[in-house]
Nanobody
C-alpha cells in the first residue's frame, strides 16, 4: 500500500506563491504518473498538473505558465510550485500516484487546503 502525504498549503494573498510537497512511501521512479488535482467547494475534482516522466508534463489551461510540477526521486517527493496565485485557485489540493500492478492502481493523499484571499 502506497501512502501519500501532502504539505505546504495555507492562506496566501492574490499574486503570492506556495509550494506544495507530496511525500510518497513508495518509489516514485516506478510510478506510471504523478499528479496534482484540486477540488473547490461545490465543484468536481480536476487535474492541475501531471508528470509521466522526468520531461513529460501536462497542465490545466487555467494554471499553465503559473504552476510547475517537479519531482525528487531520491526523496520520493513530488512538488507543485504555484506562482501568481488567484482567488479561483482556492481549493483542496490532492496528490495522486499511479502504478502499474497488473492494471493501473491510483493512490491519493489526504489533501491540503490552499486559500487565496486578501
Amino acid at each position: 500500500q502506497v501512502q501519500l502525504v501532502e504539505s505546504g498549503g495555507g492562506l496566501v494573498q492574490p499574486g503570492g506563491s506556495l509550494r506544495l510537497s507530496c511525500a510518497v512511501s513508495g518509489s516514485i521512479s516506478s510510478a506510471v504518473a504523478m499528479g496534482w488535482y484540486r477540488q473547490a467547494p461545490g465543484k468536481q475534482r480536476e487535474l492541475v498538473a501531471i508528470m509521466t516522466s522526468e520531461t513529460s508534463t501536462n497542465y490545466a489551461t487555467s494554471v499553465k505558465g503559473r504552476f510547475t510540477i517537479s519531482r525528487d526521486n531520491a526523496k520520493n517527493t513530488v512538488y507543485l510550485q504555484m506562482n501568481s496565485l488567484k482567488p479561483e485557485d482556492t481549493a483542496v489540493y490532492y496528490c495522486n500516484a499511479q502504478y502499474y500492478i497488473g492494471s493501473i492502481v491510483a493512490y491519493w493523499g489526504q489533501g491540503t487546503q490552499v486559500t487565496v484571499s486578501s
